[in-house]
């Protein structure tokens, strides 16, 4: 099983970068998909997640609005499309899978398997 996030990259502030999260050994659609990032000397926080059941979405409140978790219709892949990029966005971005409950879909602990992360850098 494997998650590789890519899509990451350096951005101007206002800028846009989408970041994808392919699957190999399991089926993304049967599975809860998260974003988490990481900032340097911060701990991992949740962004967004798209549910296996009903495909609903999910926002931390500094995205809403700006931010876009979305499965591809064919394929094993979800996407984060980011747009009017901060310099607070600046982080590791991760993709993770699985089955969180309402309560922990925004905690790490909802999610069994974890991508190695894509590094997002935002200038001012």
């Known amino acids: ?3 590789q996030a890519s899509g990451g990259g350096l951005v101007k502030t206002g800028g846009s970068l989408r970041l994808s999260c392919a699957a190999s050994g399991l089926t993304l659609r049967v599975y809860t998909v998260g974003w988490f990032r990481q900032a340097p000397g911060k701990e991992r926080e949740f962004v967004a997640s798209i549910t296996w059941n009903s495909g609903s979405t999910d926002y931390e409140q500094a ?3 700006r931010f876009t978790i979305s499965r591809a219709n064919a394929g094993n892949t979800v996407y984060l499309q980011m747009n009017t990029l901060k310099p607070e966005d600046t982080a ?7 089955r969180p409950t309402s309560n922990s879909r925004e905690r790490r602990e909802g999610y069994r398997y974890w991508g190695q992360g894509t590094l997002v ?3 001012s």
């Open 63 to 65: 995205v809403k609005g």
């Open 121 to 123: 850098t935002v200038s």
């Open 92 to 98: 590791v971005y991760y993709c993770a899978a699985g």
């Open 1 to 3: 099983v494997q998650l």
